[in-house]
Nanobody
Framework: QVQLVESGGGLVQPGGSLRLSCTVS????????MGWFRQPPGKDREFVAA????????FYENAVKGRFTISRDNAEDTVYLQMNGLKPEDTAVYSC?????????????????????WGQGTPVTVSS
């Protein structure tokens, strides 16, 4: 049974930074493309970033490009989301997702149905 567990969320002031982690167990992490999604209060879930199984390809939603960085450590079965320059509009529950996505692109990475496994999410609140 594949399980994804996120950590690293919390309360941060505008302009601050957080690093989210998502550790995968019970599956073949190095075979999965990984994605980060977020759901702001009262809104639908939205794509944030995706990374290919090798880490060689990365894609970001425009709203976070240049501020967020996705990375992965296949030896640790963990994907990260480094978030810098946080804004109040980044407030959301952040979830990671795993899926076997051949030839990851921005368009395939941002689709919910591309992923087979999801974590429960970790809340991020950006407020002064």
């Amino acid at each position: 049974q594949v399980q994804l567990v996120e950590s690293g969320g919390g309360l941060v002031q505008p302009g601050g930074s957080l690093r989210l982690s998502c550790t995968v167990s019970g599956g073949s992490f190095s075979m999965y493309a990984m994605g980060w999604f977020r759901q702001p209060p009262g809104k639908d879930r939205e794509f944030v970033a995706a990374i290919s199984y090798s880490g060689g390809s990365k894609f970001y939603e425009n709203a976070v490009k240049g501020r967020f960085t996705i990375s992965r450590d296949n030896a640790e079965d963990t994907v990260y989301l480094q978030m810098n320059g946080l804004k109040p509009e980044d407030t959301a529950v952040y979830s990671c997702a795993a899926g076997v996505i051949n030839g990851l692109t921005y368009y395939s990475g941002r689709l919910y149905r591309s992923y087979d496994y999801w974590g429960q999410g970790t809340p991020v609140t950006v407020s002064s």
